[in-house]
Nanobody
Framework: QVQLVESGGGLVQAGGSLRLSCAAS????????MGWFRQAPGKERDFVAA????????SYADSVKGRFTISRDNAKSTVYLQMNSLKPEETAVYYC?????????????????WGQGTQVTVSS
């Protein structure tokens, strides 16, 4: 069992930056593939970014490439999402997820564990 707790969300103006953190506890974090997803009101949960268990590979949604960076610190059992040049349409609840398969997954299916989410609001 893995427990995930996100933090770092908040209110930011368009063009601003936020850094989300996801702290994991439970089974060895270092073997899990990790991902970030987001869900706006009335919309489906969308893939944002993913990173493999070593941190050597990552993947991003086209809409965030060049602006968002996913990283992990296995010693701290934490995964991060640095978000720059934020846009109002990126207002959503951001979720952290963990997959026992330590690869990269852009769809929700392989992720067995999810955090409670953190609200990100980007004002125009």
């Amino acid at each position: 069992q893995v427990q995930l707790v996100e933090s770092g969300g908040g209110l930011v103006q368009a063009g601003g930056s936020l850094r989300l953190s996801c702290a994991a506890s439970g089974r060895p974090f270092s073997t899990y593939g990790m991902g970030w997803f987001r869900q706006a009101p009335g919309k489906e949960r969308d893939f944002v970014a993913a990173i493999n268990w070593t941190g050597s590979r990552s993947s991003y949604a086209d809409s965030v490439k060049g602006r968002f960076t996913i990283s992990r610190d296995n010693a701290k059992s934490t995964v991060y999402l640095q978000m720059n040049s934020l846009k109002p349409e990126e207002t959503a609840v951001y979720y952290c997820a963990a997959a026992r398969d330590g690869g990269i997954w852009s769809n929700p299916g392989p992720y067995e564990y999810w955090g409670q989410g953190t609200q990100v609001t980007v004002s125009s």
